[in-house]
């Protein structure tokens, strides 16, 4: 295992604990908040149920996780530090300055505004520090904003960012030192315009963050604002949208650069609202909320390959997969998300087959007709399936599927799957049959000489297992 430290357990350090952790690394984390042991705990227990959910298969082995009683402690041995205390220059310096005395291993902080050069005033290397700036939640979403001291080194820094890029994140590197940025300044702007319209009493906080979360919101999350901007223009693309629209900058619409005073009367406003938005709901409640609509979004991304969701189905192409077991095939090993499960709280039937299908593709990627196999216009098509439903599997739990080959002559594929638990529970069953078929005719015909070689050597392997439960077995033909 590698070791990571975390400085500082609040929401964003347990975030960083929980990207670690869920990574395989193991985590010392260090806060002399006597409260930091359980708000580190809650935060784990929502990147457990959340970040597994990502992925059609299973993350490594959690990471051990352990309180060290000072920053020495900490920091030793670790190969990457995140520093994740408050927004307070002079408290980082002092957490720095220790750090530095114990280890010359480049700190990653999160701040959301200092620059690097703020940041390492004092030390004896600046360049030790550099800003690593996440996202809440940091277990989910991928980015995090990467800049160097102007003394760095970039030789550590390419390593620290290479091993964000191994938890799945995505490093952006940014070009030169700049108060908050590069996102967060995106976010002050229009944060600014908010304070204006609800102070003028032109919207309600609702009915602002309704403007996002029903428009550009949803455009935002997976083109970003210029690509968006750029099919604005049209089929003439992003210099008609420029010659069309960027007058309007000119246009005195905003109030971008001018501050509004957070005096009493609009920061009750601004609490009132708010509270008569979402304060029938807990901070826990909207948390969990949060994790459940960022999972199926980023889900849904990934189903296209798209945005996040390519950055999340490159990062499961390098999990490793699973062994076989008992001398079948272990092909699926995952977690249930939230959108594979009913009103009924459990995965509904057409998710199991969802997971049986998976399983099938994986024995077709074992014998060599993967997804080359079918670029070709070759491939094996389900012609009849038994599922037998056992016991109710919920969302976060983790299951796997064990394949075995019951027949792999001539033109058909017949397979038994056995759908577990974590701890063995056997929760479904199915046998399928599957017929080779070419692309092209959609009609059945005899596999590649390659593909029936290797299925006839598995059929032949697993010739030698325990039968199926006659009772769940198809009728044969």
Same mark, same amino acid.
């Given at each position: ?149 102007? *003394? #760095?080194?970039? !030789?550590?820094? +390419? =390593? ?11 490093? %952006? $590197? ?93 920061? *009750? #406003?601004?609490? !009132?609202?708010? +509270? =008569? ?11 969990? %909320? $949060? ?101 109710? =599997? ?11 080959? %019951? ?71």
């Amino acid at each position: 295992m590698t070791k990571a430290a975390v400085i500082g357990g609040g929401v964003i350090g347990g975030g960083w604990a929980g990207r670690f952790l869920l990574n395989g690394w193991d985590v010392a984390v260090y806060d002399p908040d006597p409260e930091a042991e359980r708000k580190i705990t809650a935060v784990l227990d929502r990147a457990r149920l959340s970040l597994p959910m990502l992925y059609e298969r299973t993350l490594p082995t959690e990471g051990q996780l352990t309180f060290a009683t000072s920053l020495a402690e900490a920091v030793a041995g670790a190969a990457y530090i995140q520093e994740s205390v408050p927004e307070r220059l002079d408290l980082k310096r002092r957490v720095y300055a220790e750090i530095a005395a114990a280890t010359d291993t480049p700190i990653g902080s999160s701040t959301s505004g200092f620059k690097p050069s703020d940041l390492g005033e004092g030390l004896a290397e600046p360049g030790q520090v550099f800003v690593a700036h996440p996202f809440v939640p940091v277990y989910l979403l991928p980015l995090v904003e990467i800049v160097a001291h102007p *003394a #760095a080194d970039h !030789g550590p820094l +390419d =390593a620290a960012a290479e091993i964000l890029r191994s938890l799945g994140m995505h490093p %952006l $590197r940014v070009r030169a030192e700049i108060d908050a940025h590069i996102a967060d300044r995106f976010l002050e702007a229009v944060w600014r315009e908010a304070l204006w319209l609800v102070k003028d009493g032109i919207a309600t906080t609702e009915e602002i963050d309704d403007a996002i979360r029903y428009g550009f919101g949803l455009r935002w999350a997976q083109m970003g604002l210029f690509e968006t901007y750029r099919i604005g223009g049209g089929e003439a693309g992003m210099a008609h949208f420029l010659a069309q629209f960027g007058p309007a900058l000119k246009w005195p619409w905003t109030k971008l650069m001018d501050v509004p005073d957070l005096d009493d009367a609009l920061v *009750a #406003a601004v609490a !009132g609202q708010s +509270d =008569a938005q979402s304060g029938h709901r807990s901070i826990a409640e909207l948390e969990a %909320l $949060r994790d459940r609509n960022l999972v199926a979004i980023l889900r849904a991304l990934k189903g296209q390959g798209s945005a996040a969701g390519a950055l999340i189905a490159e990062h499961e192409s390098r999990l490793p997969a699973q062994p076989p077991a008992h001398g079948v095939l272990t092909t699926v090993d995952r977690t249930i998300p939230h959108d594979w499960t009913d009103y009924n709280g459990h995965m509904n039937e057409s998710r199991f087959g969802q997971a049986f299908s998976d399983a099938a593709d994986a024995v077709m990627a074992e014998i060599g007709a993967g997804p080359d196999y079918i670029a070709d216009g070759l491939s094996y098509f389900t012609v009849d399936i038994r599922i037998r439903f056992l016991a109710e =599997a919920h969302a976060g739990a983790r299951i796997r599927v064990e394949s075995q080959v %019951l027949d792999g002559s001539g033109k058909k594929l017949r397979l038994f799957h056995r759908m577990l638990t974590a701890e063995g529970t056997e929760m479904a069953t199915a046998e399928q049959l599957l017929i080779h078929v070419s692309l092209e005719t959609r009609r059945a015909c005899p596999p590649r000489a390659d593909v029936a070689e290797r299925l006839a050597a598995l059929a032949a392997e697993h010739a030698h297992l325990p039968p199926p439960d006659p009772a769940a077995r198809l009728p044969q033909r």
